[in-house]
Antibody, heavy 120, light 110 residues
Framework: QAQLVESGGGVVQPGRSLRLSCAAS????????MHWVRQAPGKGLEWVAF????????NYADSVKGRFTISRDNSKNTLHLQMNSLRAEDTALYYC?????????????WGQGTMVAVSS | QSVLTQPPSASGTPGQRVTISCSGS????????VNWYQQLPGTAPKLLIY???QRPSGVPDRFSDSKSGTSASLAISGLQSEDEADYYC???????????FGEGTKLAVL
């Protein structure tokens, strides 16, 4: 059974860093484009970042560009999000999501999310 | 960053047909597929419709979508109480090189 499990969330002060991880199992991780999507408390979904299946290309939302880095290790079926210079507005539940080949960015797989709270 | 425009709320009674609109531009909905997600309270989003009216396994055919130009719509027929949820549209934007989500529509089943 396909599964994504996020970890690494927590409470962090503004300006500090945090690294999120997403462990994948039960599917061909190395063939899926992978994304991070976040949801601030009581708000809608916001796409954060995308990495190609082979890790060769990445894309970011303007709100995180230059501060966040998405990466993956296909040998370990793991996705990461390095978050630097965190701001209060980065407070959200962070989901990792997978889109199968040729799906048109359809997020077929979702984790349960890991909460990040940026507060002094 | 731009978002796709959805009505904040929609409602219907059991058995009715409701539609939720999603408006974008030529660089997103106008040139790429629209995907729809359902988020039940307290849970992760779930893919509902993708790639021109395809439904993942387990999604009933009461859910369907359509697209015309730079707008798309999700239709739910035979409305049921368990359809009460938040619904989001999403599409890749060729200009922004980003996935855009709609603002979300909260559906109430009266």
């Amino acid at each position: 059974q396909a599964q994504l499990v996020e970890s690494g969330g927590g409470v962090v002060q503004p300006g500090r860093s945090l690294r999120l991880s997403c462990a994948a199992s039960g599917f061909a991780f190395g063939t899926f484009g992978m994304h991070w999507v976040r949801q601030a408390p009581g708000k809608g979904l916001e796409w954060v970042a995308f990495i190609w299946a082979d890790g060769s290309h990445t894309n970011y939302a303007d709100s995180v560009k230059g501060r966040f880095t998405i990466s993956r290790d296909n040998s370990k079926n793991t996705l990461h999000l390095q978050m630097n210079s965190l701001r209060a507005e980065d407070t959200a539940l962070y989901y990792c999501a997978g889109d199968p080949p040729s799906s048109g960015f359809a997020f077929d797989l979702w984790g349960q999310g890991t909460m990040v709270a940026v507060s002094s | 960053q731009s978002v796709l425009t959805q009505p904040p709320s929609a409602s219907g009674t059991p058995g009715q047909r409701v539609t939720i609109s999603c408006s974008g531009s030529s660089s997103n909905i106008g040139s790429n597929t629209v995907n729809w997600y359902q988020q039940l309270p307290g849970t992760a989003p779930k893919l509902l419709i993708y790639h021109n009216n395809q439904r993942p396994s387990g999604v009933p055919d009461r859910f369907s979508d359509s697209k015309s130009g730079t707008s798309a719509s999700l239709a739910i027929s035979g409305l049921q109480s368990e359809d009460e949820a938040d619904y989001y549209c999403a599409a890749w934007d060729d200009s922004l090189k980003a996935v855009l989500f709609g603002e979300g529509t909260k559906l109430a089943v009266l």
